[in-house]
Structures are given as structure tokens and as C-alpha cells.
């Protein structure tokens, strides 16, 4: 954990406010891949701390930033990302259970990063770019055909939504 949240904490301390994450994301449903998701809140079944702390700490995604995202030509929504400890993705029967506590994509990272930065004072908002389904055919009842994985292309496509948009936010 202190490894992988040392930038966010870095970042806090030299006073940054905001902060924009954007990450690939594993569709429980609603999101295809390609679709960009405003991460408003998030599940953390990971079984460890997110990040070192003496103490405990209140860290929350910024819903008012996130619902600014949701503006964006290119943003489909706002959802929960629930994040499960990597690098394989959840069982049918685990993604069945994370789309029924409210999770709308599951992811392996960005989660803790931007909970180290909140608990810090700065504002954090998320972009999760549907990358692939986490549920299998036999469950979503779709074709292998539909079963696609996004390159680098559409990751670049998010980062330049924000770029083109920031000013707006």
C-alpha cells in the first residue's frame, strides 16, 4: 500500500486540489467497452488498508466533481467501482455479487491512490474506461463476438476528454 499510494501522498503534500484519475475498468453490465464511466464512489474488498495512516481517516470520492465529469461529451454516467485486489478479474458469481451491492465496473487500482490524496484534502474525481466484460458470456448472455478488449487508443481518448474539457470543470 505505501508503495503504491507514495505519488498520491506526494502529490498532497505539495498542495495539489484536485485530482482527475482515470483507469480501465471491467463492465458489470451497463458499461460496454469504450464507455466512459465518472467514478462516484467505490467497494473495497481488498482485505487491506488502502494506504499507511496512523490513525482513521474520513476519504471520499468528490460527488460534485464527479457529476461535473458527467457533462463531459463522452461520459456516459456516474457509478460505483468496485475494487477487488488484482490482477484477476472476479468469478461469475463474485461480479454477480459486486453489480448487486451497486458496483457498476470493477477495478484493480486508482482506488487507493485517490483515497490517499482525499484523506489529504484534495479533490478526487475518476474516469473508468470500460475495457472488458467481468461477468462471462454464459452470464451476460452475449455472443463472443461481443467480448472485446480496448487498447491504448480509447485510454487516450478519456485523458483527451479531459484535456479538451478541463477548463470546464
Known amino acids: ?8 501522498r506526494i502529490a498532497a503534500g505539495a498542495r495539489v486540489r484536485a485530482a482527475l484519475l482515470v483507469t ?25 488498508p488502502l494506504f499507511p495512516a496512523i490513525r482513521t481517516v474520513e476519504a471520499a470520492w468528490d460527488t460534485a466533481f464527479a457529476e461535473r465529469l458527467t457533462t463531459v461529451d463522452g461520459v456516459t454516467g456516474a457509478g460505483v467501482a468496485a475494487l477487488i485486489p488484482g490482477p484477476v478479474l472476479p468469478t461469475p458469481a463474485e461480479a454477480l455479487l459486486l453489480a448487486e451491492l451497486g458496483a457498476d465496473v470493477v477495478v484493480t487500482d486508482s482506488v487507493a491512490e485517490a483515497m490517499a490524496m482525499a484523506a489529504r484534502g484534495v479533490r478526487v474525481a475518476g474516469l473508468a474506461v470500460g475495457a472488458s466484460f467481468a461477468l462471462t458470456q454464459s452470464v451476460l448472455g452475449r455472443g463472443l463476438n461481443d467480448f472485446i478488449l480496448v487498447d491504448d487508443d480509447a485510454i ?3 485523458v483527451g476528454l479531459l484535456a479538451t474539457h478541463a477548463h470546464t470543470l
Open 1 to 8: 500500500a505505501a508503495r503504491t499510494t507514495a505519488f498520491a
Open 24 to 48: 480501465r475498468a471491467s463492465s458489470l453490465g451497463a458499461l460496454t467497452p469504450g464507455d466512459v464511466l465518472a467514478v462516484r464512489d467505490h467497494l473495497s474488498l481488498t482485505g487491506t
Open 156 to 158: 487516450q481518448g478519456a
